[in-house]
């Protein structure tokens, strides 16, 4: 972070910009510079699109069971390292049986002759293996599966084109049966037509929207295509060099990641050039000298900014600490691409703006240009709202804030991708064909894999293990003989469940299945035998597993790198906690309404299973943004004026730019609702919705009133050099109206009241959710309603521990500490009446005559 104005870095900072930005030669320079590079880096690197990891991005670690299950299939069953397409045939009408078998016997021949499509391995169906008929063929005949093996990678564009030629093929061969041509293969191939062309919409839309934004903020054309010729520049840098680094093999890429780069350097290099230029017209007020009113400005912002992005780079660095590869491989190249921004607005974008010269301004001029910086006439009504009425301002959008959160009763998560598409596609009409026809668990079966240190073959052991697998909850079918690996010690068993394998009651099946395997391997005398399963129900019970873990270490560990960089930031230590918790309800606030939106109206399946991973990381770093850029600004009024005064001016001066930045940002995020696939969608549509939260209720309002209750002590514990006089129990009247200490001790007394009742409704519904296992819904209800009532009792305590001078001593620390155990805020709060640390009731004014 750079260091404050006045240290003994300042100097050679100053010196650093004045060789950068002391003349218009000397911009040029600069700009000339970023262009020679990224077209350097252009000539260098490969197609992003090319270095393109979509695979590993929905998989479990390789050290999971599942993955280990899978690997064992490959290597010791023949033929299994292949991806197989499933076609299947469905007749109509009473000769349905006849016609589907009339079709199926035409497509396997015409995918068995020579001139077959490339990657075509073989074809399994009841002509080419009679035997599987009972696999194959539906209890009323009406359909019939085709297997069709083929090899390569998927994510070759030689492979999808044989998938093609294959539904083609099938097309063709069905007569009037219906068709489709479904499986991994399929799933694969459309996977890569559901995103292809998308980018290419979505950086068209992103780009018309952000500058009919920009042309609205700054009236001035030139203006306007500063931010996105610097998005330009710092996006051909960052994805050439990431994808220099991908194809060496240091980082991984996806599609999905890519997308979400275009739309985060849209919104992040849009909003530091809103800050600087903003800053830049200001001091235009005061020096005419347009060279040095740009220094003056990056001085000024450089702090902010630089605090904005270190956080957010630092959060994306956090998700190293995820072990699935989803969340490990999302971070890297995203914080590469912030920090290339960063570098990109605290040179090219000054350098741009001072080679422009005056024109920059056109038409409106330099004089308007300058006084659009001292704040419209809403922001000061804005920040007179806060002076007058901190208390009712607080509590009016915690209140809010706390009904939005409501909507994660409905809370559940999706395991499915071919659901998660939103346009319609011919591998998810297979998959329902088959659902409809076979059963819900044949669009994915499983493989139990026993694997014991002596020879099966001439054991009963895998008869016993079959028919305890075959008697199991759940289990709709095995395969009809086990198959035995080439060593003779590793028995494979198909499983198909009863259920829908990709249902949060499959993910549930698979420890209890693994459990009766190794329990039947045991009683036929198997001993210390190891039981592995394979499929798609497996490995999302691994990825369901690891995300739960991963989520919660990087939680803790984003919460402590914002409140870090807030503490080296602002000096204080108590500013953090409260712009935390604010940011933590922020969260959920926007999460509930995301959930209501997606699921509740839009009936999405669930909330994609890494959504909210990505939600946390991402709104919290972006969030605490404008936070940053408020209480930055609020720390240097601070040295002339008193903390009420320097909140004031905070929020006028800063909030037209960055509620403009907000919109911006939120605006680049709503894009990815354009892209149709169910996680992009929702994580566009929550990122919108938490950035104008951000926007417009946390940062103009919930943060300057607490800042206006805390006075004095809002950046403790440094103090501001600005002496006020000392703040009595109830403030002197500001603006004709006093700040009302029995307001906050009553809100303090109802909070520990609501804590204490929310905990007992969880613990009940703990108990009919755990014991008689009948409903989770008291645990979703009241676990929100707690996790809500939380955070304000925590918040609400800090407050009156300033309020009341407990400092950091045992009354703060036990008050703290009741919000842990149950119902144990009620018992605080009658102590502390009892005691004295809390006053009684304050009377009520007695009217003047």
């Known amino acids: 972070m750079l260091p404050v104005e006045g240290s003994l870095m300042q100097p050679m900072y100053s010196r650093m910009l004045r060789c950068l930005l002391g003349s218009r030669k000397r911009a040029a320079a600069v700009v000339a510079f970023w262009v020679l590079i990224a077209g350097l880096l252009a000539g260098a690197a490969p197609a992003l699109e090319s270095v393109e990891d979509n695979a590993s991005a929905n998989l479990p670690p390789a050290a999971s069971d599942s993955m280990k299950a899978r690997d064992l299939v490959r290597t010791q069953l023949p033929g299994q390292d292949a991806t197989p397409a499933i076609i299947v045939v469905r007749g109509e009408g009473a000769d349905a049986a006849a016609s589907t078998g009339e079709a ?16 075509v391995a073989s074809v399994i169906s009841t002509v080419t293996a009679p035997d599987a008929a009972a696999e194959l063929v539906s209890q009323d005949g009406a359909a019939q599966l085709v297997i069709v093996p083929m090899t390569g990678s998927p994510s070759d564009e030689s492979f999808q084109n044989a998938v093609d030629k294959v539904r083609a093929l099938a097309f063709d061969r069905a007569g009037p049966t219906e068709v489709a041509v479904t499986g991994p293969a399929g ?181 308007k ?118 060593d003779g010690r590793t028995v494979f068993y198909d499983v198909v469940l009863d259920l829908d394998p990709y249902s949060s009651k499959a993910l549930d099946a698979i420890g209890p299945l693994k459990e009766t395997a190794r329990a039947a391997a045991d009683a036929a005398g198997v001993k210390n035998a190891t039981v592995l399963i394979a499929g798609e129900t497996a490995q999302n ?97 601070l040295r002339t004026a008193s903390p009420a005064e320097a909140i004031s001016t905070a929020l006028t001066r800063t909030g037209g730019v960055v509620s403009s930045a907000g919109l911006i940002l939120a605006a680049t995020f709503a894009v990815l609702m354009t892209q149709p696939v169910r996680e992009l969608f929702q994580f566009g549509f929550a990122m919108a919705f938490g950035i104008l939260l951000d926007t417009f209720l946390i940062r103009p309002l919930l943060v300057p009133a607490i800042v206006r209750l805390l006075g004095d ?78 955070v304000v009792y925590v918040l609400l305590t800090v407050l009156v521990a300033i309020r009341l001078k407990w400092g950091l001593g045992r009354t703060t620390f036990f008050a703290l500490l009741a919000a842990i155990p149950p119902f144990t805020t009620v018992a605080f709060e009658t102590w502390a009446r009892r005691t004295g640390r809390l006053p009684g009731p304050a009377p009520s004014p007695t009217p003047s005559p």
Not at 387 to 392: F, H, L, N, Y
Not at 442 to 447: D, H, K, S, Y
């Open 541 to 637: 019970a691994d990825i369901r597993s690891v995300l739960d873990r991963d989520t919660t270490f990087i939680v803790l560990l984003v919460l402590a790198i914002v409140t870090a960089v807030l503490t080296l930031l602002l000096r204080s230590l108590l500013a953090p906690l409260y712009l935390v918790a604010t940011l933590l309800l922020s969260f959920l606030a926007t999460l509930g309404a995301t959930t209501f939106f997606t699921v509740t109206v839009l009936g999405d399946e669930g909330i994609g299973n890494r959504v909210t991973a990505y939600i946390f990381v991402f709104l919290v770093a972006l969030g605490v943004d404008y936070n940053i850029f408020i209480m930055s600004r609020f720390k240097q009024e």
């Open 187 to 367: 799933i694969a191939t459309d996977t890569v037509k559901v995103f292809s062309g998308g980018d290419k919409v979505m950086l068209l839309a992103t780009v018309l929207l952000v500058l009919v934004i920009l042309l609205t903020i700054y009236r001035s054309p030139l203006m306007a295509l500063v931010p996105l010729l610097a998005v330009g520049v710092a996006m051909r840098v960052a994805e050439t060099t990431g994808a220099l680094l991908a194809d060496a093999g240091i980082i991984t890429v996806s599609s999905q990641t890519a997308s979400i780069m275009t739309v985060l350097l849209f919104g992040v290099g849009t909003d530091y050039a809103l800050i600087i230029t903003a800053r830049y017209r200001e001091a235009l007020l005061d020096e005419p000298d347009r060279p040095r009113a740009m220094q003056a400005a990056v001085r000024r912002t450089a702090e902010s900014v630089l605090a904005s992005a270190s956080t957010i780079v630092l959060a994306m660095f956090a998700l190293l600490v995820a072990v699935s590869p989803a969340l490990h491989g999302f971070g890297p190249y995203l914080a590469l691409g912030v920090t290339v921004m960063a570098l990109v607005a605290f040179t090219f974008i000054p350098a741009l703006v001072l080679l422009l010269g005056g024109s920059v301004f056109w038409p409106g001029g330099v004089g």
């Open 369 to 486: 240009a300058a006084e659009r910086s001292r704040g419209t006439g809403i922001w000061h009504r804005i920040a007179a709202l806060v002076t007058r009425a901190p208390v009712r301002v607080a509590t009016a959008v915690v209140a809010l804030l706390v009904v939005m959160s409501a909507g994660l009763l409905g809370y559940h998560e999706s395991f499915n991708t071919l659901s998660g598409f939103r346009a319609a596609t011919e591998s998810e009409r297979g998959q329902r064909l088959i659902q409809e026809e076979f059963g819900p668990g044949e669009i994915a079966p499983g493989t139990v894999v026993v694997q014991s240190r002596d020879d099966l073959r001439s054991s009963t052991a895998p008869a016993d293990i079959a028919a305890a697998l075959t008697d199991a909850d759940d289990v709709s079918r095995i395969g009809q003989h086990p198959r035995f690996g080439g």
């Open 104 to 119: 199926v016997a035409r497509i396997t021949s015409a995918l068995s002759e020579t001139a077959r499509p490339g990657h």
């Open 713 to 790: 002590h809002a950046l403790w514990p440094a103090r501001p050099r600005h002496k006020t006089p000392p703040t009595p129990a109830v403030a002197p009247p500001i603006g004709g109206t006093a700040i009302p200490t029995g307001r906050l001790l009553r809100a303090f007394t109802w909070i520990a009241v609501i804590e204490a009742c929310t905990w007992a409704g969880l613990l009940i519904g703990m108990y009919f959710k755990y014991i008689p296992k009948t409903t989770e819904l008291g645990v979703r209800i009241f676990g929100t309603l707690h996790g809500a009532a939380f």
